[in-house]
């Protein structure tokens, strides 16, 4: 008897228990967990893989709330962390053709279900906001490529729970399919896409005009070309402007990205300036001009050489740029120092022929000039 009535306590209490469970339910609401399940066929051929997703929602905690049996509202939550079920969701749906892919990363801003009771029904009205951006990842930070935002709608009866998870899944599938179609339209023409940069270099002589004088083997300089006035405050017979540029446009071809590029080296007469003219001071300043056309060559030669990032082709070129640059100007400071200002005629000579090997392409004497510790020999 004792053990018997032990045995009625303990269900008893069990059973109070249960009683409080159900009254806890009742007036909270149970949570709903979902996930994201990728069904149908998934998209064949893709050029890109998504392979990152950061939740960016303020609310991390719940996707909203929905009616329940009870007819009181429970949190709808995802069986994972938003970022790893729409990553397995996406990569599941996706197949590309090879492993060299662009890469992907999905930002989500908002998502978030609501629900309404139709009146006076046992109908429930939902309703699925998604907003998500992609984003290429490349060398640096990730480019900005299009944002999908949707809604869906749809109608339930208060059995038919599982119809949020599916309708949940068939957002983020056409987030998918929308991106898909926009990539498939652009990765031809967007230089974003873009994953090879082709370099067209236009470098050849252009016309002189009384403004200009544009480096040209057949046009060498004339005192002529030198229009400014003396300088009264220098104690040097000629001084010459001689300098070069970078300048082209860039378009995309089948997904290439193709930059054209055009070299000018050219002098300015109307900052460059003569006082006694003579053959051997020409001389002296055609070297000049050529120094400068020597420095364009080994930038030519530079960016021939060079792998562009199709992400940081621009800076690379305007980097290369200015180290030739300054290069022009280091061995134009060289070149007077040595020479004295044409004063020393041997250095002179010694120059001459340095930079005729220079101008036909053996750069050797011009390397050690520019390595040479002591400048002024």
Known sequence: MKNFAVYKSVRKAIFLLFICSIFHQVSRGQQLTVDLIASGKPIEQTTYQITEVIDLRINKNQIGEVFQFN???????????????ALSFFQKNVRPYQKEVIKIQARVYDFNLSESKAYDSNIYNGDIQLIIGFYKIGSFEPIHLVDYSGSVQYRRSANRLEMIESTISRIFRSSLEYFDAWIRMQVMDNPNLARVVRLEIIDKAKESNKDTVYYSPNRPLEWADFKDRPNSGSRYNASIFTSFSIQGKSLVEAGTIVQNLEIDVYMLPDQSWVRNQNDYALNHEQRHFDVARIAADRLVDKLKSIELDPDWYEATINDEFLNAYREMNRL??????????????????RWNKLLDEALSGNWTGINQVLSSKDKGK
Request: proline share 0%.
């Open 71 to 85: 007819e009181r509202k429970g949190k709808v939550v995802l069986k994972n962390s938003l970022g790893t079920s």
């Open 332 to 349: 134009q400071e060289i070149y007077d120092k040595q020479t004295r200002h044409g004063m020393d005629t041997m250095e002179q000579e």
